[in-house]
Each structure stands twice: as structure tokens, then as C-alpha cells.
């Protein structure tokens, strides 16, 4: 945890002060981040669909998870802001921007936002393609990194139960491995059943991840969050898994527990708030 600088109260009343840039996150979503009154503001322009009345605190209520429940209803909410930001480069950029300005608010030096270039897509828009939006994204990180002072990077994510982009995925980290992009993940509904009736997660092609350790891509993998201690020893043993996102349920599993801690050194991005709520 990072500490605060301790300063007299009369400093504290004549500046608005913020934590230090001492501080790394490692887990979060880019898309899952953005601002409330942007994506309102973005959705009235447009004239899409609002939940409720179309007041801005109908739309509130329809984003927020208020009460524990499961990763499905955590989910939910991106059908109802996505429409804001997708297709719409100019948008895009404007939401990496406000990221990097609250993520220094919050007093991060360092952070990785993940997210899934096709999901930002629209039929509407056919010639954005998922490289632009990896471009939009680093270019909004880079021109941030020079006014606020963070270092800010991306992962891009795999969708459970959309093999469709994985391949894509893959090629976009290796082309922007130098250009801001450091990762590869696998992220959406762990728990969820494929049309074959088998887990997403033990259908996916496990041989991306293996192909982006070919290629040394750095990987993290969403496991044991929605699902068993098994995807996390898939994630790790399977694909190569060098970090693992929540990863809480591995702990049904004490000598699997014990290797990942002890043996193959993995970090887990633990997110206790949201995983409350999931």
C-alpha cells in the first residue's frame, strides 16, 4: 500500500493537494474505467439509447452494481455504456485521456490498463479497425504521460468465448510491443458455458498463450475468479501464465496454492471491491 506525505494544516488549507505519484496498479480495465458523465454526455449527443427516463441519474443506477451477486450481473452494465465510445475514434482517445488524469488523481505513477480493441468496434463505423483502436488508446497514453507525469501501458485482452479475436490479439501485442502495449490476457465471463456445453475457459485456444511465450509476449490470465481452482493451474501450467487476475478461487486448491506461490512465483492482481460485488 502506498503511504501519504504528512503536511501542517495550514499547507493543507492553501493547496489542493494530491497523493504523490508513488502508487501501481496493475489490474485494471480500461474500459470498465471510464467516466460516468462522459459516457452520458456521449450517449445524449449521439442520440442512443438511455436506461430509464434518459436522466443522468437513471443511467447511473442502470451502470452501478450496488449489491454482491455474481460476474454476470457485474458485466451487464457494459451493453448499456459501450454504444457511447464504439467506432467513435475521437471518443476513444478522450476516454484514455480522462483515465490517465483520475489515475493521477488517485496518485498512480505506474498503471496497465487492459481492454479488447473489438469490443470497441461498431458495424457503424466499418473502416475503424481493432489496430486503430490500439493506436487511439497509446497515442491518448502518450500525449497523458507527457503533460501529467505517469507512465501508463496497456494489456490487450482475449474474450472468453470469442476465439474470433485471439488470433488478431496476439499480432497486435507483438506489433506494439514496443509502442506501449506489454501484454497479453484473456478476460469476460470465466464461468460461463459454450454452445458445446464445455467451460469457455477450458475451450479456448490455449495456443495463443503458448505461441505469445514463443514470442515473448508477457501474459496474465483471468482464473479463479467466476471459476475453479483449475483455471488458475490451466492458466498457469497451459499457458504460461506469469500473473493471474483475481485468482481468489486457487485457494480450494492448498498445493496448487503452495506452487504458485512458492515455485512458479506468480502475482496475483488481487481487486477485493469489485470481487465483493462479483
Known sequence: MSSYISFPKSVIKTHQLKPPLSR??????LDGSMRRETLFELLKTKGL?????????????AVEVRQPKDLQQFLAAFSV?????????????????EFCEDAVNNGILYTEARFCPHLMLSEKYPKVTAKHVVETVLEG??????????KARAILCCISGLPQFSKDILDLC???????????????NEGAIAEN????????????????????????????????????KIAV????????GHGYRVMQDQELYRKCRDEYQIHFETCPTSSILT
Not at 83 to 89: F, I, K, N
Not at 141 to 150: A, M
Not at 174 to 188: L, S
Open 24 to 29: 501501481v496498479e496493475l489490474h485494471v480495465h
Open 49 to 61: 439509447d438511455c436506461p430509464g427516463d434518459g436522466s443522468f441519474k437513471a443511467f447511473e443506477r
Open 81 to 97: 455504456f459501450m454504444p457511447a465510445v464504439q467506432g467513435d475514434l475521437k471518443a476513444i482517445k478522450r476516454i484514455s485521456k
Open 141 to 150: 497514453f502518450k500525449e497523458s504521460e507527457e503533460k501529467l507525469g505517469l
Open 174 to 188: 507483438d506489433e506494439f510491443r514496443n509502442e506501449g502495449v506489454v501484454g497479453i490476457d484473456i478476460a469476460g
Open 197 to 232: 456445453g464445455s467451460e469457455v475457459f477450458t475451450s479456448f485456444d490455449k495456443s495463443i498463450f503458448q505461441e505469445a511465450k514463443n514470442l515473448k509476449i508477457n501474459r496474465t490470465v483471468h482464473a479463479g475468479e467466476d471459476g475453479p481452482s483449475d483455471n488458475v
Open 237 to 244: 501450467e497451459e499457458m504460461f501464465a506469469q500473473r493471474i
